[in-house]
């Protein structure tokens, strides 16, 4: 007989309330598993740039606001980003159209409006090293939906609250699974 079979331990499963006695060396693997695990999780955390959405459109601060609006729509998004003569300049929303449409304006959108009326200059821009979790902090500490992201100082990409719902549940998924890749229970 070995030694291993005497040095076991009395381990209370915490989902079920059961317990049972497990061997050292199967809890050694175990750990040894889980800390694995651990690590190849820890390599694949999220970037900026894995994150956001590439490449966004745009429209030109000189546009009809009606194209601007007939974009989003068909293209299905909330946010576009602004430009002047090429550089980044601010963000449209569906917000700043929806204040508007609503009675609490004073102009309408069956008015002769241009995007240069109603985007929004203050605008967060990040470059796209920066760390996925200081933006995120910033993005929660300060409401905001979406950041525009740029590489040397041009537009690169747009975070917006969808894209990092859709990366978290990714990293679930990945959460999830056990080492041996299989589901966990």
Request: proline share 4%; hydrophobic share 40%; glycine share 4%.
């Amino acid at each position: 007989m070995d030694g291993l079979q005497y040095q076991c331990a009395k381990v209370r499963n915490q989902r079920t309330g059961r317990s049972f006695w497990l061997s050292v060396a199967t809890f050694l693997q175990e750990e040894r598993s889980v800390e694995r695990h651990r690590r190849q999780c820890m390599k694949s955390i999220p970037t900026l740039a894995t994150t956001m959405t590439p490449f966004p459109y745009s429209i030109d601060i000189n546009e009809p606001l009606k194209d601007a609006i007939d974009m989003m729509e068909k293209q299905g998004f909330h946010h576009l980003p602004v430009t002047e003569d090429g550089k980044l300049v601010g963000v449209l929303t569906d917000r700043d159209i929806k204040f508007v449409a609503s009675p609490f304006s004073s102009a309408s959108l069956e008015d002769e409006l241009y995007v240069k009326d109603i985007y929004s200059s203050r605008t967060y821009v990040v470059d796209i090293h920066t760390s996925l979790d200081n933006v995120l902090k910033i993005m929660a500490d300060k409401h905001l939906g979406s950041a525009l992201v740029t590489k040397n100082e041009k537009l690169a990409g747009i975070l917006t609250h969808n894209d990092v719902f859709r990366k978290f549940a990714d990293v679930l998924i990945k959460l999830k699974a056990k080492p041996d890749g299989n589901d966990a229970a």
